[in-house]
């Protein structure tokens, strides 16, 4: 089984609100992602986490906060964004990068996240 | 640092015809490479993947590529191109650390193909 799984599937917000997005996968990986993907472009990396451990924080404004509960978990809670912050937000992961795994990230359908 | 290059952020064809989607990638040491394909709306799947076993490497939906290292090349190509597979295409490497990979990713090719 391959599959990362993303919740919710849409998502419309004031700039005032709270919420978050939630990605869950069972393939034992212990590497997860956050992505950011605005129409035409390639996902930007926002977010690593390897063990549960934040690895990578790529200059993200601290309107997202990411979360790692578990091995299996990944949330990315959201407050008091902006319209420029809609965008297609996607989670991935991957396994040890140490041990000879290939590097290959598995990406979950993503959230699409549109903010008035 | 490693960079991809992806030529032709725009790619058309007739159905049936050829698919050539090019990828020149930039890496100090030998790379692991990736195509990827998003389709409308969705997450980006795994087409293929370069890990140094074969230079000619097959994929889903009747896809290859192959690595060129004197030409640090990784194009992807179908012989006959079918309406489902118009989407947009990402050529990636990957680059170590610790416990994860970072993909490095083109810009990417739309693939249009015509009836």
């Known amino acids: 089984d391959t599959e990362v799984t993303q919740t919710p599937k849409h998502l419309v917000m004031g700039m005032t609100n709270k919420k978050s997005l939630k990605c869950e996968q069972h393939?034992?990986?212990?590497?997860m992602y956050w992505y950011k993907q605005k129409a035409k472009k390639p996902p930007e990396l926002m977010f690593v986490y390897s063990y549960e451990k934040l690895s990578i924080n790529e200059s993200v404004p601290s309107r997202f906060s990411p979360e790692c509960p578990n091995s299996s978990l990944l949330n990315l809670h959201l407050h008091a964004l902006q319209p420029e912050d809609s965008a297609l937000y996607l989670c991935a992961s991957s396994q040890d990068a140490r041990g000879g795994a290939t590097g290959e990230q598995y990406f979950g359908p993503g959230t699409r996240l549109t903010v008035t | 640092a490693q960079s991809v290059t992806q030529l032709g952020s725009h790619v058309s064809v007739s159905e049936g015809a050829l698919v050539l989607l090019r990828c020149n990638y930039s890496?100090?040491?030998?790379?692991?490479l990736f195509w990827y394909v998003q389709y409308p709306n969705q997450g980006l799947q795994l087409l293929l993947k370069?890990?140094?076993?074969?230079?000619l490497v097959k994929g889903i939906n009747g896809f290859e590529a192959e690595f060129k290292k004197s030409e640090t090349s990784f194009h992807l190509t179908k012989p006959s191109a079918h309406m489902s597979d118009a989407a947009e295409y990402f050529c990636?490497?990957?680059?170590?650390?610790?416990?994860?990979?970072?993909?490095?990713f083109g810009a990417g090719t739309r693939l249009a193909v015509h009836p």
């Open positions: 393939m034992g990986h212990r590497a």
């Open positions: 990636a490497v990957s680059e170590a650390s610790g416990g994860y990979n970072k993909l490095i």
């Open positions: 890496s100090s040491v030998p790379p692991y």
């Open positions: 370069y890990t140094s076993a074969a230079t």
